[in-house]
T-cell receptor
């Protein structure tokens, strides 16, 4: 089981460039999330999805777009990169429908994408 | 989701118990307490969660006060590999209400385990 896979691990963008951060999970989880983490801070929710074809904004969605065409994939799109988007981006998934107890309601996080916009 | 308050940093000697406090005085009856940790910029890792009873698993124990306004995460025998940022999160479990399972992270507690 690969869990949650994020690519790329590192990327440097110039201001105004675009890119897509990829996220894939092989656990058949319904819910997927994108978070960003600025230095020394906690994670902030960008977008989330409760299933294929359904997405919604989180706490800090401006400057980003998402799509969810399949259960497995949840890409995050940056259209016009800005220095304020320099951050570490984490994708996560969860399956709230499982029974209580253990890690059934725990998130599985990817290893992150470190993005620098210069 | 209820807000939590944690000390910004704590130290612990290797082999000793690490007790990490969390205050969540505005917690609602249907909100659970979750603990995650993040080791050196890796993705956060689930540790444990509970509603009102004390919980224990292979990683840690969670002690929740009777009034549920605070809790303590206990790592019984801390090792150097437990050095991490620990996040206490309170939220409605599963897809309750409009939370859709979202986690709201504060700044957490930086736990440093030293030899």
């Amino acid at each position: 089981n690969a869990g949650v896979t994020q690519t790329p691990k590192f990327r440097i963008l110039k201001i105004g460039q675009s890119m897509t951060l990829q996220c894939a999970q092989d656990m058949n989880h319904n819910y997927m999330y994108w978070y960003r983490q600025d230095p020394g801070m906690g994670l902030k929710l960008i977008y989330y999805s409760v299933g294929a074809g359904i997405t919604d904004k989180g706490e800090v969605p401006n400057g980003y777009n998402v799509s969810r065409s399949t259960t497995e994939d949840f890409p995050l799109r940056l259209e016009l990169a800005a220095p304020s988007q320099t951050s570490v981006y984490f994708c996560a998934s969860s399956y709230p429908g499982r029974q209580e107890g253990g890690e059934s309601y725990g998130y599985t996080f990817g290893s992150g994408t470190r993005l620098t916009v210069v | 989701d209820a807000k939590t308050t944690q000390p910004p940093s704590m130290d612990c000697a290797e082999g000793r118990a690490a007790n990490l406090p969390c205050n969540h005085s505005t917690i609602s009856g249907n909100e659970y307490v979750y603990w995650y940790r993040q080791i050196h910029s890796q993705g956060p890792q689930y540790i444990i969660h509970g509603l009102k009873n004390n919980e224990t698993n292979e990683m840690a124990s969670l002690i929740i006060t009777e009034d549920r306004k605070s809790s303590t995460l206990i790592l019984p025998h801390a090792t150097l590999r437990d050095t991490a940022v620990y996040y206490c999160i309170v939220r409605v479990r599963g897809a309750g209400g409009t939370s859709y399972g979202k986690l709201t992270f504060g700044q957490g507690t930086i736990l440093t385990v030293h030899p």
